[in-house]
Nanobody, 131 residues
Framework: QVQLAESGGGLVQAGGSLRLSCAAS????????AGWFRQAPGKEREFVAA???????????YYGDSVKGRFTIARDAAKNTVYLEMNILKSEDTAVYYC?????????????????????WGQGTQVTVSS
């Protein structure tokens, strides 16, 4: 069983930065695809970013349109940790952010954007951006 724990959320002013971390425990996940999603009050869960290994050598990074160019997903396999670096934050980035893992490696872009393709989820961390 895999357990995920997010951290790094908080309150930040618009234009600021935060880095979210997602630590996995229970087993190694070096080949799993990893994703970040978010959900704001009254809205559906939204894809933010994903990291998918390809042939265990290279990887693909995918981003939602609303965060492209501002957010970066990264991964430290040795630490079983996935990061989400968030820059130039806007008030509309306010949400609970969830990390997720899929047992499938090398998820295509369309599959990585669908939360149904993830097997494990963290409890979420709140990010609030004040304007």
């Amino acid at each position: 069983q895999v357990q995920l724990a997010e951290s790094g959320g908080g309150l930040v002013q618009a234009g600021g930065s935060l880095r979210l971390s997602c630590a996995a425990s229970g087993r190694t996940f070096s080949t799993y695809s990893a994703g970040w999603f978010r959900q704001a009050p009254g809205k559906e869960r939204e894809f933010v970013a994903a990291h998918a290994w390809s042939a265990g050598v290279t990887y693909y990074a995918y981003y939602g349109d609303s965060v492209k160019g501002r957010f970066t997903i990264a991964r430290d396999a040795a630490k079983n940790t996935v990061y989400l670096e968030m820059n130039i934050l806007k008030s509309e980035d306010t949400a609970v952010y969830y990390c997720a893992l899929s047992r499938a490696s090398g998820l295509r872009s369309d599959l990585a954007r669908n939360s149904d393709n993830y097997d494990y989820w963290g409890q979420g961390t709140q990010v609030t951006v004040s304007s």
